[in-house]
């Protein structure tokens, strides 16, 4: 089943370094992963797939790192991603916490 979130937006989204994000998480798959020769057919869509998981995970992952980070950096108060994902920010404290990647 297809996730909710979808990743095709990631081909008109303007990259400083890349033809577009999509080329970017591409490249960043494969500083972390390689292929093995025999499998080089379907390295486009065995890395289309596991980039599009990788995204939706980081997505969600954002949140519950900006709650971790907000209590630690300004409340001086230590979090556990556990205890992040039973908890919300407001939206003023969210973008306070924009992650360096965004």
Known sequence: ME???SFDHYVIAFDAECPNKVARVMAEFWTYYRCEEAFEAR??????KACK???TDMHHEV????????YGSKLRE???KKDAREMQ??????????????
Do not use: G, H, N
């Not at 949140?63 to 907000?70: F, H, K, L, S, W």
């Open 63 to 70: 949140r519950i790192q900006a709650i971790v980070t907000y």
């Open 53 to 55: 998981k990788l995204v």
């Open 43 to 48: 390295v486009e869509q065995v890395t289309t």
């Open 78 to 80: 230590r979090k556990t």
């Open 89 to 102: 920010l407001t939206w003023e404290q969210y973008l306070e916490m924009i992650p360096w990647w965004c």
């Open 3 to 5: 996730p909710a979130y």
